[in-house]
């Protein structure tokens, strides 16, 4: 299965204690480019690339978007002060 992950900037909205601080703009590309490695890294992934700023996740045979879901909890986690995503979507 194919999935996309949209990815954004951390914006004003966003600061609160669990991000305290916005990242510098002009980081957000490298937190990006490390994002996307972090998912090629997944067993469960056969391939992950970024484009205008959204994910396209190809999963192995016989895997589905729950187990991309848990698999990537700890990626999420490490990457909530650098950038926020949009949630994961079918592609067709």
């Known amino acids: 299965m194919n999935y996309r992950l949209g990815l954004r900037e951390i914006t004003e909205s966003d600061i609160k ?3 305290p601080f916005m990242p510098k703009k002009e980081d957000f ?3 990006v480019a490390a994002f996307v490695e972090d998912f090629n890294n997944l ?3 056969g391939s992950a690339t970024e484009s205008n ?3 396209n996740i190809n999963l192995i045979d016989g895997t ?3 187990q991309l879901r848990q698999a990537s909890i700890s990626i999420h986690q490490h990457y909530w002060d ?3 995503t ?6 067709t």
Not at 86 to 91: A, E, I, S
Request: proline share 4%; with cysteine; hydrophobic share 40%.
């Open 17 to 19: 204690a669990d991000c």
């Open 29 to 31: 590309p490298m937190h």
């Open 43 to 45: 067993d469960i992934v």
């Open 53 to 55: 700023n959204i994910i």
């Open 64 to 66: 589905h978007v729950e």
């Open 82 to 84: 650098k950038l926020r």
């Open 86 to 91: 949009t949630g994961f979507k079918t592609v």
